[in-house]
């Protein structure tokens, strides 16, 4: 095998690790769409616990106060929040890193991500959303809460977690899912 050869080869299988990485990242991609547009087709909750997406004329969606919830209702919403956080946060590498596994088993995380969560909401999903609510989380908050979040899980980091494909915690949230509802 010539030099050429073997260099047309580590040409080819380079090309395939990237094109490998494009597929994941078009499919996290069509996940982030899903969840957007199943958020929008939802129906808003009539109780104000702010897990409509809001529409023409409509609030924001409002905080979530898990100390007045019920523990269905805590379940409920930790899977909403779950599904947001593999879906449209983990596409962020940095978040990745950030949020150990462990991360719903944090109350203090659990809420920082809720915050995070409807001002994502806020931003892309509310009608009467502007340009400055989606700057206010891509500057502001996204940054602010990946920054508290390394200072919070640093005692559980079990090493480092690559870029690479993305993370799903799915196992370990409904753990606690399941453990709430039998509370």
Not at 26 to 51: I, K
């Amino acid at each position: 095998m010539s030099n050429d050869d073997f260099m047309d080869q580590a040409a080819v299988a380079q090309a395939a690790e990237v094109l490998a990485e494009l597929a994941a990242h078009v499919e996290s991609l069509s996940a982030a769409v899903a969840v957007l547009q199943a958020a929008q087709a939802g129906p808003s909750d009539e109780q104000g616990g702010g897990r409509g997406a809001g529409g023409k004329g409509e609030d924001p969606p409002s905080p979530w106060c898990w100390l007045r919830m019920s523990h269905v209702e805590k379940a409920e919403c930790l899977a909403e929040l779950a599904d947001w956080v593999r879906d449209v946060l983990f596409a962020w590498p940095e978040a990745q890193r950030a949020y150990a596994p462990c991360w719903a088993r944090h109350w203090d995380v659990i809420e920082e991500l809720s915050m995070l969560y409807l001002a994502w909401r806020t931003a892309y999903l509310w009608k009467e959303a502007t340009s400055r609510d989606v700057g206010d989380y891509l500057d502001r908050l996204l940054p602010a809460a990946i920054a508290r979040a390394v200072v919070r899980l640093r005692p559980c980091a079990q090493g480092h977690h690559p870029d690479g494909a993305r993370r799903d915690d799915a196992e370990l949230v409904d753990r606690t899912i399941t453990e709430l509802r039998l509370l």
